[in-house]
């Protein structure tokens, strides 16, 4: 399938097609920005539908900051729809493609992957941080009776953490 607009993936796995790039394939003779309010009207809803982004733009005149909208791939549908143009349903048609291969068995398969790893690896540093309180906690339960400092430093230095009663003391201090 050939890329006709660039479609990308945020960080809740939604597929974002930029405002101007869609703006600029359809071929609008109206500016972007009055393009873009006058299809807002639709009934699309910003940070719902779509997010304001901003982008610093270099210009002869020094930098300007250029207003974007990414839009979720159902706007950039319905906006294609409405266009009644040939490159409106040329939009269209490669959106639901797009949909098409986002669903399919292979790419759900992929993200869900990507997922649980993502959800491991968090998994791993929060075990790293948890091991010396863990280990403390060990060495604490160890001991059946009330301990002195002395022989906790003790319990702590043999489960591997080098540490002695003056420093735990003034630690727990």
């Known amino acids: ?3 006709l607009i660039k479609v990308t993936t945020n960080e809740n796995n939604e ?7 869609l703006h600029e394939f359809l071929e609008v003779a109206t500016e972007y920005k009055k393009w873009f309010s006058r299809m807002a009207e639709y009934g699309f809803v910003e940070n719902i539908d779509f997010v304001r982004v901003t982008q610093k733009c270099p210009t002869p005149g020094g930098i300007q900051n250029i207003t974007d909208h990414a839009m979720k791939l159902d706007m950039a549908k319905e906006i294609s729809m409405i266009q009644r143009t040939e490159k409106g349903k040329q939009a269209r048609q490669y959106f639901l493609q797009v949909e098409k291969a986002w669903n399919s068995e292979e790419m759900i398969l992929m993200r869900s992957r990507q997922i649980l790893e993502r959800k491991v690896e968090t998994l791993q540093l ?6 010396p309180k863990a280990l403390f906690a060990d060495s604490v339960s160890a ?6 400092v002395g022989e906790l430093a003790k319990l702590i230095k043999q489960n591997g953490v080098d540490i002695g009663s003056k420093r735990l003391f003034s630690w727990l201090r």
Request: aromatic letters at 0%; hydrophobic letters at 25%; glycine letters at 4%.
């Open 15 to 21: 597929q974002l097609v930029s405002g101007r790039e």
């Open 1 to 3: 399938m050939k890329e």
């Open 143 to 148: 001991s059946h009776t009330s301990i002195l």
């Open 126 to 131: 929060e075990n790293e941080e948890m091991k």
